[in-house]
């Protein structure tokens, strides 16, 4: 199977990458494509996929927060440039998208067809981009994650690791929470999704559900610094440009359908340690 992976030097693009070792790969990253010039995405058609993993996106919410004009840029208009080229070249199209198109004020977690409002510029990015894709097209996927974390670039393990050692001790909010999900897992999931032909909206994330708090303390737990005290705050405590969502973990029931499941995250952050 031909397969056109966006973002391809990103966190998932990377796993995605190795869970696909043997398909015929091409990989598509900054500078030699760049998403929002529609005329170099217009040749993705011509290479003839049969399908496009789009991880390429703005992933820095504070980042969008400062700046949406960017982000509506590379996270819609981009999404929409690569829509059009899945359409032109008859291709399925895989967008994966966040749980931060959900305002967050929900007590259980998001189904997959719950309503979705935004409350940050990423997240209204990444919700503008899903319209646009669905509009577009039929043969789409859209796989909404949340925390992602992997080997090999800065991520919220890494960062809390290297805070504790900095700092010796960690301050983490109680009131973000969602599902911590291992890029190598969702790489795997997504290489099975895209074998059913089954289209439409996903959750794929780790199974169950914490804090950034709860989060950091099974980090360090699982790191070998249960030592280092990490002290509970609330994200008033904390100036960020972005808001996120305070409740938004997200249900995988359509996954679960087809059989694809992800274990616990805390399993997968033991690999991550492993690795
Ligand atoms: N990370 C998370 O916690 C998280 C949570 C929910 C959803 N997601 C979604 O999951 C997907 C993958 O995330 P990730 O963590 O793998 O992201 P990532 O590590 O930031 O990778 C994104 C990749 O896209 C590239 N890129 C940025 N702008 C581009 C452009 N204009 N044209 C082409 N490529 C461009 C980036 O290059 P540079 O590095 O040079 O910018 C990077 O290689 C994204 O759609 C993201 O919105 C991520």
């Known amino acids: 199977m031909r397969i056109v992976i966006t973002g391809a030097l990103g966190q998932l693009g990377t796993a995605m990458q190795a ?5 015929d790969l091409i990989l598509i990253d900054v500078p030699d494509w760049d998403i929002t010039d529609p005329r170099q995405v217009s040749r993705m058609a011509d290479l003839k996929p049969e399908v496009v993993i789009h991880c390429a996106a703005m992933t820095d919410v504070d980042g969008c927060a400062r700046n949406p004009d960017l982000a509506y840029r590379i996270n819609t208009f981009g999404t929409q440039n690569v829509a059009l080229a899945c359409q032109r070249a008859g291709a399925a199209m895989v967008h994966i998208s966040t749980n931060e198109v959900f305002d967050g004020t929900a007590t259980e977690p998001y189904r997959e067809f719950d309503s979705r409002r935004a409350i940050n510029p990423y997240g209204a990015s990444k919700l503008a981009a899903e319209r646009v894709a669905t509009r577009l ?7 909404r994650i949340s925390w992602l974390f992997a080997r090999g670039r800065p991520n919220f393990v890494s960062k809390m690791v290297d805070l504790a050692d900095k700092h010796g001790q960690l301050r983490v909010v109680t009131d973000e929470v969602a599902n911590p999900t291992y890029a190598p897992d969702l790489a795997a999931a997504v290489a099975r999704l895209i074998q059913t032909e089954h289209y439409g909206v996903y959750h794929l994330v780790n199974e169950g559900y914490c804090s950034r708090y709860e989060f950091a303390v099974e980090i360090m737990k699982q790191s070998g610094r249960e030592h280092v005290p990490v002290l509970p705050i609330t994200s008033d405590q904390l100036q960020r440009p972005s808001t996120p969502p305070p409740f ?7 996954g679960a359908a087809l059989g694809i499941t992800l274990r616990p995250w805390q399993e997968a952050l033991a690999d991550y340690f492993s690795e």
């Open 19 to 23: 869970a696909l070792a043997g398909a």
């Open 137 to 143: 097209l039929t043969k789409l996927y859209v796989v």
């Open 248 to 254: 938004a973990p997200l249900r995988n029931t359509f």
